[in-house]
């Protein structure tokens, strides 16, 4: 059976709402493996080393990560009133998005399919 009527289920979800800055990209043009290569290097890292890290990075997941951090850093200074000095990185992952199915000719009248993966990049930040 059911652990309480619709409505009280919804409230108790609701009312353990994270309140961390965070920023999330949606449809990333990037698959979520090569993405996670660069967002292993920052995971727990402060703010300022990894901004460092992603710059000189020459993947191109890290300039779209770079982006990202940035807005959860502007949203924890404009949102959430923290001192980004005090930042680092408590969460960053890639989830998988829809992927793009492309079709290559090949020879004797044949195709092979291609698939162009996407995906959704969020970081999650705290203070120290």
């Not at 449809?27 to 000189?56: M, N």
């Amino acid at each position: 059976m059911a652990k309480g009527h619709r409505s009280q289920i919804k409230r108790e979800r609701n009312a353990n709402k994270d309140t961390r800055p965070s920023a999330k990209l949606s449809y990333a043009r990037v698959s979520v493996q090569k993405a996670c290569f660069v967002l292993d290097a920052i995971r727990g890292k402060d703010v300022k080393s990894a901004i460092g890290i992603l710059t000189y990075n020459p993947r191109y997941a890290s300039k779209v990560i770079l982006k990202l951090l940035n807005s959860a850093v502007a949203n924890a200074e404009n949102n959430n009133n923290m001192d980004a000095s005090k930042l680092y990185i408590a969460e960053c992952y890639a989830n998988a998005a829809p992927t793009m199915k492309r079709i290559k000719p090949r020879a004797r009248g044949r195709a092979y399919r291609i698939l162009k993966r996407n995906s959704h990049i969020t970081v999650v930040l705290d203070e120290r």
